[in-house]
């Protein structure tokens, strides 16, 4: 009951109307994509405006599943798109539904100016298919952008991570690699992969791990600190403990961590004082 190509070619004659028209109502003072003021970026909003309108009226010309499948990629390319990250989700949602409001609007024109060879059952049919279709739109992309805010928030915290514990070179062949925060499995597995890299990129033959702004370690993490050193000792970098807290202390003897066999210093100007004498 949806089908019908004069509808359908009532409705593609407005999509570059329909888009100026939907512009000039967006609320421009809120934060976001809607209230930028980039030429760039305006360009490029009211392009994906149009580009949707372009899939969303040939309902009325094709199948419901060409129909949703044509437009998972319009849907995905949105939603991963980084204006629309950064823009609030239940604001771009809004937007959907006062797109909705435009084309419940235009058929209610189109019914009322042919209302002789259209029924009303036809009429309603059409009003339920925009809802419907806009709802499962607004679905698929919510799932999509949660995914995509998901993504970037763990690229974030990596690249946060990645650049929160760089080695320091102190002298050449010397390095230092300081610690700050609280650190759990997950990114003592980044920073100690990343020390390693480093440590083999700016042929280190000695390396200082701090832990002086760490408040506590677990035998995970401890376990992490044993492995980057071997991993070090067999590249043919020496290293050595500093900063170890008492708290960090007790709780080692209590989980039983062994630092035996590792050179530790209580700060970090007794290692390189010691390494200092040592050379």
Known sequence: MLKNE???????????????????????????????????????????????????????SKEHHEFTNEFQGWIQQIAKDEGHLSTPLHEVLEEFFNTQKQYLQLVAEYYKANNEQISQDQFNAWNIGIVDAISTIIQEFTVQNTKAAQNRLMA??????????PIILLSKGTGLLPLVGEINTYRSKVIFENALQQSSQHNLDRLFIDLSGVPIIDTMVAHQIFQ???????????????????????????????????????TLAQAMNMQEMSV
Not at 12 to 28: I, P
Not at 156 to 165: F, G, K, R, V
């Open 156 to 165: 974030q915290q990596e690249l946060i991570i990645e650049m929160s514990a």
């Open 228 to 266: 980057l050193i071997n991993g070090l000792k067999i590249i043919g970098v020496r290293t050595a403990l500093s900063g170890i807290s008492p708290v960090i202390a007790q709780t080692a003897v209590q989980l039983g961590i062994d630092f035996s066999g590792i050179q530790v210093y209580g």
């Open 6 to 60: 004069e509808l359908h070619e009532f409705l593609c004659q407005r999509n570059s109307e329909m888009t100026e028209q939907w512009y000039e109502s967006l609320d421009k003072s809120k934060p976001g994509i809607y209230g930028s003021t980039d030429p760039d970026v305006i360009e490029k909003l009211k392009k994906q405006n149009y580009e949707f309108h372009v899939l969303f009226c040939s309902m009325f």
